[in-house]
């Protein structure tokens, strides 16, 4: 995970800005403007690394959006304004105005505006969104308390699952879950309700691993996830176990509760460190790895 | 110019957001949260467009704020919050430490605290910054009107001038301008001074003749330079009228008012419309174009 490494220097330079909360901590920033409490992030995805084939133009505005919002949607914060730098390959008219419709599409579904963004080229078509939220309160991954369990929205996996089955040569319309592939939903309004109970959370970028070992590292804590769900990847898959816990491509939101009434119950918080799943009644440990780009 | 022409279809499709000045309308969209009238801008940098040769890895960190933070000084904006997405070939732990080194020293003397980024990985070393700032009051490059005057802060072409150099062969330590190619600075304290009392203002980032088109078109009016300064480009090069209308690399602002104490008087704001020159006495045509890429 090259990222992870460099992600370590950015916090060393930056991780102690005074804001509420700084660069590298959370999935988004904190910040006060005025009264109110604002939630900034930024994410990118470029055709090589995050676009699966058969993928529309649409579809691509559309992740762009996605992806940028679910970090706003881990901090339970309600998107407001969203800017793009979108780096072309070619000056395609059509191409541009089906990425726009992608973009504006899930935007407007939210009420987000459009407010900027910026054009350039390069040889790898490239968009980095960045949007603007309000939050009521300050969640991040840091607040998972022992006694607590752990959430997911949904049932995680569908994307790399659908993936596998591409590379495995089935085509698109073959796919069981093919819209969480093209079309993957940011957790907004579930976020903004979880975000009023949660101890800690955060949006899976990577993989539930990733995820759960963020939280775990930033809270003190161990996870055990002892009743993950495998049912939807069975007998799409020879592993369903290793698609659920280390598959890319998962928009959903992972929390922390004593109780919650959303999303699915997986596991637990316990004292100690580390992640583990329960296999056949024995505890293994959750490796810290996910997400391989295509 | 590709660039403008999707411009264009940005503005059909999210031009009309209610906001207090959507995208494609100035450099940077001016929002409203809570009380404040806050800016955001994006901005993007890629090697092989953006980076001239012999360029160090601290001066593409630095270039990368630079660019962002103009497009707030176009607004005369107060610079609050700096986030970035960077797009690495590789894993290069000691580059990208570079990098930051850059980013930091020009963030932190404006006061702007990095707050995020994300991190990626392409085949073009590519930086999106975000920049979040505080305004006064609303400029806007809409605000010229005739009897006033157009002011550079400072004489443009220097950077185009240095790059044109080197294409002639020579080494960076010959340039006579080399800070305005490689270091160049965002004109913050300017435009805030300025946005008091400009009636239209931007920054010239393409080149000075597409910074005065956009505020002839935008404010229905026709601009006159009457009085370039070139003396800082005779003797360097066989066209200084070309480079100091058509160089790119510029950071200076351009900005029309009845009198200004900032900058430097170079022409007037009429009625009409179009750019003009005066050359030997004769008014000429000011085309729309500028920053070629390498």
Redesign the interface.
């Known amino acids: 995970m090259?990222?992870f490494?460099?992600?370590k220097?950015?916090e060393e330079?930056?991780g102690n800005?005074?804001?509420e909360v700084?660069?590298?901590k959370h999935d988004?920033?904190y910040?006060r403007?005025?009264?109110?409490l604002?939630v900034?992030?930024?994410?990118?995805v470029?055709e090589?690394?995050d676009f699966p084939p058969f993928m529309l133009p649409e579809e691509m505005g559309h992740m762009a959006v996605a992806v940028t919002l679910s970090d706003l949607a881990a901090c339970g914060a309600k998107p407001?304004?969203f800017?793009?730098?979108i780096?072309?390959k070619t000056?395609d008219?059509e191409f541009?105005?089906k990425l726009?419709?992608g973009m504006?599409g899930l935007a407007s579904r939210y009420g987000v505006?459009?407010?900027?963004?910026?054009?350039?080229?390069?040889?790898?078509l490239?968009i980095?969104g960045?949007a603007?939220g309000?939050a009521e309160r300050i969640v991040t991954r840091a607040g998972a308390k022992p006694g607590e369990n752990v959430y997911v929205t949904n049932p995680t996996g569908k994307a790399e699952l659908c993936l596998e089955m591409l590379k495995r040569g089935l085509k698109r319309d073959e796919l069981p879950y093919a819209e969480s592939l093209y079309t993957p939903e940011p957790r907004i309004n579930e976020g903004m309700r979880i975000a009023e109970y949660a101890g800690a959370m955060t949006d899976i970028s990577d993989s539930l691993a990733i995820s759960a070992h963020l939280i775990a590292r930033s809270s003190g804590v161990r996870i055990v996830f002892d009743s993950l769900p495998l049912q939807h990847l069975e007998g799409h898959t020879e592993n369903p176990l290793e698609v659920a816990l280390y598959g890319g491509g998962d928009f959903e939101l992972l929390f922390t509760a004593k109780n919650s009434g959303d999303g699915i119950k997986i596991g637990r918080v316990e004292r100690g460190e580390g992640v583990y799943v329960k296999v056949n009644s024995e505890l293994e440990e959750v490796e810290f790895r996910g997400y391989s780009?295509f």
Do not use: Q, W
Not at 40 to 44: E, L, N, P, Q, R
Not at 117 to 123: A, E, L, T
């Open positions: 090259r990222e490494d460099l992600l220097i950015v330079f930056f800005e005074e804001v700084p660069a590298g988004a920033a910040l403007i005025g009264k109110k604002i900034v992030s930024c994410d990118t470029n090589k690394s407001l304004y800017l793009s730098s780096s072309m000056a008219d541009f105005r726009l419709i504006r505006k459009v407010v900027g963004g910026d054009i350039d080229f390069s040889s790898t490239t980095v960045f603007v309000e780009h």
